[in-house]
C-alpha cells in the first residue's frame, strides 16, 4: 500500500508540473512502470476526488483538472525553500507596513506540509538568515492597487517626488509593475509628454484613478523588465554612455550592481554596457573598475574625455614628473628654511 501511494503522488507531481497533456506511456517511462498500471493510478485518484481530465487524440494525455473535493496538491520540498528564501528576500523585506510576521507564516505553512517538509522548514528558519542593509519602503497596498489599475487599463493622476522636490502632478497610464532588486517600479506611458516613463513606487507621493480608460500600447521592448534595467541604469542621469565589452554578458554582469548597468548581449564573447553618472570621468572609473578590455561605442564625448584622462594617467605614473614634483617640494623646503 505504501509503493501504492508513492507512486499515485508522484504521477500527481508529473501531472502539476506539465503545462500540456502528458501521455499515458510518458508517465509510465517516468515512473517506471507499464500503462496500464498508469491508468489504474489515474482511475483511483479520479475515485478519491482528484480532478483529472483525459484529453484525446495524437497530442493529447492526461492533465489535472479542477478537484471536486481534494485540496490542491502539497509543494514539493524545493518549491518549500524557494517559498522560504522568498520570504526573506529584499524585496519581501521592504515592502511596508511590516504587518508581515515571518515567524507566523511559517507556523501557518508548517501547519500545511507533511512531516518531511517540516524539518525543512525548521532548518531554514532556524540555520539560514539574510542580511538586511538599508532599503527604501515600498507599500504592499500600493504595490497591489498599481497591479489592479495595470488590469483595469484605468488612467492615474500621480505626484511624484524625484531628487527630493515634488513634481507636478501628471496623468499616467499604467501598464506594469516592475521588481527589481529591493525596489519596485511602475512603468506608465505620459500622454502628455508622449513618452514611456519609469516610476520608483516608493517615490510616488500620491495617486488617483482617473476618470478614462486607456488602450494598452505597444511595450517599449520585448521584455518590460529588461526595458526598466536599461531605463534605471540610464535614464536619471545626464550623461549616458554605452561601452562594448569583449567578454560574456553573463561574466560582465557580476561585476556591476544589478541596478547600475543594463547589459545588452551581442555575441557569446561581447557585450554592450549601458550607463551613466553625473560625469563622464565617473563613468569612466566605473568602467574601469571591471577591469576587463572594452571600448566607447557612444558618444563622442565619454572618448574625448577617456583621452585626457588617458594624458593625465600616463603623467602622473611617468618617474620622470615624480623626480621632478621631488625636487620641486625639495627646493621649497629649503626656501623656507
Known amino acids: 500500500?505504501?509503493?501504492?501511494?508513492?507512486?499515485?503522488?508522484?504521477?500527481?507531481?508529473?501531472?502539476?508540473?506539465?503545462?500540456?497533456?502528458?501521455?499515458?506511456?510518458?508517465?509510465a517511462e517516468?515512473?517506471?512502470?507499464?500503462?496500464?498500471?498508469?491508468?489504474?493510478?489515474?482511475?483511483?485518484?479520479?475515485?478519491?476526488g482528484f480532478g483529472i481530465d483525459s484529453v484525446p487524440g495524437p497530442h493529447g494525455g492526461y492533465q489535472l483538472g479542477p478537484g471536486r473535493?481534494?485540496?490542491?496538491?502539497?509543494?514539493t520540498e524545493t518549491e518549500v525553500v524557494a517559498l522560504l528564501a522568498g520570504l526573506s528576500s529584499s524585496a519581501a523585506m521592504s515592502l511596508q507596513p511590516s504587518a508581515i510576521d515571518r515567524d507566523l507564516l511559517i507556523t501557518k505553512l508548517s501547519r500545511l506540509l507533511p512531516a518531511k517538509h517540516k524539518r525543512a522548514v525548521d532548518d531554514i528558519n532556524r540555520y539560514v538568515a539574510s542580511y538586511q542593509a538599508a532599503v527604501p519602503g515600498t507599500s504592499a497596498t500600493t504595490i497591489r492597487e498599481l497591479a489592479k489599475y495595470c488590469r483595469l487599463r484605468l488612467q492615474l493622476e500621480v505626484t511624484y517626488n524625484a531628487r527630493g522636490q515634488s513634481q507636478p502632478t501628471q496623468l499616467y497610464e499604467p501598464h506594469q509593475v516592475i521588481q527589481n532588486d529591493y525596489l519596485w517600479y511602475l512603468v506608465a506611458w505620459n500622454p502628455h509628454e508622449g513618452e514611456w516613463r519609469t516610476l520608483r513606487i516608493d517615490r510616488i507621493a500620491a495617486y488617483l484613478p482617473g476618470k478614462h480608460h486607456f488602450v494598452p500600447r505597444q511595450p517599449p521592448g520585448s521584455d518590460m523588465a529588461q526595458y526598466t534595467a536599461n531605463s534605471i541604469a540610464t535614464a536619471p542621469?545626464?550623461?549616458?554612455?554605452?561601452?562594448?565589452?569583449?567578454?560574456p554578458a553573463s561574466e560582465v554582469a557580476t561585476l556591476f550592481p544589478i541596478d547600475a548597468v543594463f547589459i545588452e548581449p551581442l555575441d557569446e564573447n561581447s557585450c554592450v554596457v549601458h550607463t551613466g553618472a553625473d560625469t563622464y570621468e565617473t563613468v569612466a572609473v566605473y568602467l574601469l573598475s571591471a577591469n576587463?578590455?572594452?571600448?566607447?561605442?557612444?558618444p563622442e564625448e565619454m572618448r574625448k574625455k577617456m583621452n585626457e584622462s588617458a594624458h593625465r594617467l600616463r603623467v602622473a605614473a611617468n618617474i620622470a614628473t615624480v623626480d621632478a614634483g621631488l625636487q620641486e617640494t625639495s627646493r621649497g623646503q629649503a626656501g623656507e628654511r
Not at 576587463?292 to 557612444?298: A, D, G, M
Open 1 to 27: 500500500m505504501t509503493e501504492y501511494l508513492r507512486r499515485s503522488f508522484e504521477l500527481l507531481e508529473v501531472l502539476q508540473s506539465a503545462a500540456v497533456p502528458v501521455p499515458a506511456r510518458s508517465i
Open 30 to 48: 517516468l515512473l517506471g512502470v507499464n500503462e496500464r498500471s498508469i491508468r489504474r493510478h489515474i482511475s483511483a485518484l479520479k475515485e478519491v
Open 69 to 75: 473535493r481534494v485540496a490542491p496538491l502539497l509543494p
Open 237 to 247: 542621469y545626464a550623461f549616458r554612455v554605452e561601452a562594448v565589452f569583449h567578454a
Open 292 to 298: 576587463l578590455p572594452f571600448f566607447i561605442r557612444s
